[in-house]
């Protein structure tokens, strides 16, 4: 395993600060966390990650210049995303069941550089997995008073080059929002608008070389969890025609362990014998349930099943088209889940572009790292 320690030392934190939507969100929105089971630690601590690599393409460019103006267009687009701008709390009934709402809260951005280039960093025999968690930022959810910890961090890390990385990290609660709502092209729309306003990539007024002070400290700065003792090995599928996909009967939990054990066999390792289902099944609700593997049985086998079921890729999410401004496409995408413990399943509908209902369904089965 590559030495992590000689990539993260050469990573230095320059701000954190708060994103809130630039107009209230009202009336609020609510997301009910229905767990069938008594909550575990993976519910505060796993996320979806996702680092757009950028090389630099005209001379004044810089990843300082970017953090300036994604603060700017982030600000906007939680607006209309106001759910990723928002906390998890437990409901106000006394019931002791949790709940997200967008209370405006804001994500936060974080400003970092690397000491090497953005081709020292890809092309290094140090860059591994553990390498690249250090370009997203994530802080565990707080177990006892979730309703203080973000759902959603930006990480926009500057590389000597020039270039530099756009990191994101999101709470497998809200994790859907990015893959079926068009968020991140949303995002890089409103953030080229932005630009086009102001004739190119002038200063923003968030410029941080303008703004930080040399007395502050890198030490003042909160550190990220670590997230990297259980990475998820990921596969994506597609399931046709899913209306009808119900996890509490035996069909429907027969459809996701056929994913289940397509992904064992590619991925060469297997899940744990139960593991949670994260299913959004409605707007307002998000349902996370055990599903247990009976034994050997091998549900693959099951050719009816089979025939709903599609391979499908992470670059279908079109993260490899995301430009933020001068049509400066990502030189490189990676994205996994983090602090993956016996695996998960997270389940979410989608419109396909011929109108029929689709399921897209994430499984992330753990890989144990030597620490």
Known sequence: MANQNSVST???????????PFQATDPRQTLRVSVTEPADSGIFRTCLNLILYYNKVVDEDSGWIVAGWI??????????????????R???????ELEVVSNDSGARLIEAKMAMTLSEFLGSKERSEDAEAELVFWKDIDEQNPQYSPLFYV??????????SVGISCSILLADLLLKEDFLKKWADIHSAELAKNDGPNTPIFYLPNLKKPSYSAALYPSSSNQ???????????ISDHQNINLENESGRKLILVCVEDAEHKVGVKMASKFPVFFRGSYDLLKIESCTKHGNELVGSQLKLKNQISTARWDDLGANEIAFGQGNKPARVTNWIGSVCDGLVMATPSSSVEGTCELNVIVSIPCEKLI
Do not use: Y
């Open 90 to 96: 437990r409901r106000e009934d006394g019931d002791g």
């Open 10 to 20: 050469k990573l230095q934190i320059e701000a954190v600060l708060t994103v809130t």
């Open 155 to 164: 990480q926009v890390t500057n590389f000597e080059c020039g270039g530099h």
């Open 71 to 88: 603060k700017e267009s982030l600000s906007k687009v939680l607006a209309e995303q106001p759910m990723l701008g928002g906390r998890l």
């Open 228 to 238: 990297n003792k259980t990475w998820g090995k990921t596969m994506m599928f597609k």
